[in-house]
């Protein structure tokens, strides 16, 4: 997003007339930022055989699976209906990682059947597995190393009472149940959370994975996860990815000389592909003076973006339609009957009934985790691709709100019991 000659624009496409054109709220999507946060990403490791699988659950519109798997991006899948999505969007089966935590085996044995690379998540499961499968079908382990990755203490999956993953601690464990059936572990796979502060944590988390790999003889890949950081304000602190790239190529290399074999990295990014591109447009509804506020109410609500409710996620939040005013403090919050608030005491520039305030980094985590909560429909989703816009989602009407519900007559009891007597 750039202000150019007046204007918040992207690839060109000045945002206030593309709100015009396709109402609010809407989603707009820059294709040159994913792509470019791609190849910064894919460059930092590319002396290494580097597998970058999409975390879908990020945004899991079939246009932005498109996008990225035209970059060389497989899919990393936390249920069946994403690896789905990602078949019907032309991603290979044998591309899509499966990371469910907490399914019932029926949806590893789908996963099985529909040829995705399954990550065990349980060491009741890996028996399961072992029993179905034997050696016949590899696959990855899922190992919580107990990093603690840092940052939001909500998104953080490391910790020793976390439920993801395999404790690194039982690796005996592990290792019982992989002889016991002969099972062929392809890979092992680590995810500390969405958010690490340093390199030097991505590392610590790595040496343990290096170790646990040596256990392990028909290893293809080791997979790092995801917590790349982006900025959501001015002074956040970023992934610096190539720092990060610099010293991990090497102590990668190493092991893989120590290990035998060149194995390839994968990394699973969601929020870093896709946040930046993002942008959630709405219109001012209201300009509501308190004795202590003034807010700003916008067409949407933590029903298109429920980061800041759920996660306290700090979004900057623009006035679009009148960016050169003078700045005032606003709390912008949202339509629905709820505490929905976007951003508290915040400086905008003045902002009057009508304006589109643009809430910026809401590419990721935003309309994949939207609902119909007050029976509010979902916004449309644009792609701006080559300077053009495309609409890659339209807005939902009434009749998708009705399209799962079925007809029910009930009748007046009381009603009923006066007319008898
Ligand atoms: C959510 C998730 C990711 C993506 O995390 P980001 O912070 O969006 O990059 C990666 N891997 C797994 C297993 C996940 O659950």
Known sequence: MNFIEGQWQIQGQV???????????????????????????????????VKLKYATKALNNLAIIKLLHAQG????????????LGLLAGVPAGQILFTPNCVAFAEIEQAVSMGLVVNIDSIAFLEQFGQRYGSSVPCCIRLNPHIVAGGNAKIQTGHIDSKFGISILQMRHIL??????????????????????????????????????SNFRNLQFLDFGSGFKVAYKEGDIVTDTEELGQKMVQVFQAFCQEYG???????????????????????TNVVKTTPSTVFVGIDTGLNHLIRPMMY???????????PEAVQRIYSIVGYICETDTFG?????????EGDIIGILNAGAYGFSMSSNYNSRLKPAEILIYNGRPHLIRRREVLADLLATQLDFEPTNQLKNEVAEA
């Open 176 to 213: 019982k149940v992989v002889q016991n059936y002969d099972l062929q572990i392809t890979g092992l796979h680590v995810h500390t959370g969405s958010d690490f502060l340093n390199s030097d944590v991505f590392l610590q988390g790595a040496e343990l994975i290096f170790e646990a790999a």
């Open 344 to 352: 508290s005491d915040r400086k905008l520039n003045e902002v009057r």
């Open 261 to 283: 074999r060149e194995l390839e990295i994968w990394f699973e990014p969601g929020k870093f592909l896709v946040s930046e591109s993002g942008v959630l447009l709405a219109k």
């Open 15 to 49: 945002l206030t007339d593309l709100a015009a054109q396709y109402g609010t709220p809407l989603y707009v999507y820059d294709a040159d930022k994913i792509v470019s946060q791609y190849q910064a990403l894919y460059n930092a490791f590319a002396p290494l055989k």
């Open 73 to 84: 991006a497989g899919l990393d899948a936390v249920s069946i209906q994403e690896a789905e």
């Open 312 to 322: 306290d996620a700090y979004h900057t939040i623009v006035n679009l339609s009148n």
